[in-house]
C-alpha cells in the first residue's frame, strides 16, 4: 500500500498561493491521486483527483511530476475559511478498500 | 438535504456496552463506506459494500465490529462490548462506482458519529 508524506502543518495570510507538497515515493502504475480537505467536526470533503501532469477545477490545481513520486496541491488566493486540514491520498482506482489517509496537513490563514 | 447523514451525531456509552451506528447515503450512490478517525489523525479505512454486499472486511478492527447494509441502502455499523480505546469519529461515506470496473474515487462523507466509552 502506498504511503504519503505531507508537512504536518503550515502557515499563510489571506490572498497568499498556498502549496502543499505529497511525498508517495511507492505509488504503483494504477495509483491515483486524490486530496480532501477536512474542517474540524466535520468529514472530508472532495477537492481534486489525478493521475499525471496537471488538473485544474474551480478550488484547486494539482500538479503532478512525470515521475509521479510527489503531488502538489495549489490553492490560489486562500482566505480563513481554506484553514483546514488537507489529506493526500494513494490508491489505485480499482481498489476501495486499499484507502489510506495519511495524518494530514494542518493549514492555518491569518488575515 | 441530500447529503450523506450519520445518526447520532454523538453517542457516550459505558464500557461493555453495544452500540448502533446508522448511516444513510446520497440515495442514487452504490457503494458505502465506513471509517473510524481518532483525534489528529486521518480517517481509517474498515469496512465498504457495494449495494448490498460487504466487499472487504478485513480491516474492521476486530471481531467485536460488524456492519450490515441489508437492502443495499442504509448501513449500520455495530460495535459489541465497548473498550474505552474505541473513542473516536466514525465517519460514513458514499460513492456511485461500477462493480469491477472504474471507480470515481470522489467520496462524499457523511458528518459523522462521535463516540466516547467511559
Known amino acids: 500500500l502506498a504511503k504519503t508524506t505531507q508537512p504536518i502543518s503550515m502557515d499563510s495570510y489571506e490572498g497568499q498561493e498556498v502549496n502543499i507538497t505529497c511525498s508517495h515515493n511507492n505509488i504503483a502504475t494504477n495509483d491515483y491521486i486524490t486530496w480532501y480537505q477536512q474542517f474540524p467536526s466535520q468529514g472530508p470533503r472532495f477537492i481534486i483527483q489525478?493521475?499525471?501532469t496537471k488538473v485544474t477545477n474551480e478550488v484547486a490545481s494539482l500538479f503532478i511530476p512525470a515521475d509521479r513520486k510527489s503531488s502538489t496541491l495549489s490553492l490560489p488566493r486562500v482566505s480563513l475559511s481554506d484553514t483546514a486540514v488537507y489529506y493526500c491520498?494513494?490508491?489505485?482506482?480499482?481498489?476501495?478498500?486499499?484507502?489510506?489517509f495519511g495524518s494530514g496537513t494542518r493549514l492555518s490563514i491569518r488575515p | 438535504d441530500t447529503g450523506v447523514s450519520q445518526d447520532p451525531r454523538h453517542k457516550i456509552t459505558k464500557r461493555g456496552q453495544n452500540v448502533t451506528f446508522r448511516c444513510d447515503p446520497i440515495s442514487e450512490h452504490n457503494r458505502l463506506y465506513w471509517y473510524r478517525q481518532t483525534l489528529g489523525q486521518g480517517p481509517e479505512f474498515l469496512t465498504y459494500?457495494?449495494?448490498?454486499?460487504?466487499?472487504?472486511k478485513s480491516r474492521l478492527l476486530s471481531d467485536r465490529f460488524s456492519a450490515e447494509r441489508p437492502k443495499g441502502s442504509f448501513s449500520t455499523l455495530e460495535i459489541q462490548r465497548t473498550e474505552q480505546g474505541d473513542s473516536a469519529m466514525y465517519l460514513c461515506?458514499?460513492?456511485?462506482?461500477?462493480?469491477?470496473?472504474?471507480?470515481?474515487?470522489?467520496?462524499?462523507f457523511g458528518p459523522g458519529t462521535r463516540l466516547t466509552v467511559l
Open positions: 459494500f457495494q449495494n448490498e454486499a460487504q466487499l472487504e
Open positions: 491520498l494513494v490508491a489505485p482506482y480499482s481498489s476501495a478498500s486499499k484507502i489510506i
Open positions: 489525478g493521475y499525471k
Open positions: 461515506a458514499s460513492t456511485q462506482a461500477a462493480a469491477g470496473g472504474w471507480i470515481y474515487n470522489e467520496q462524499f
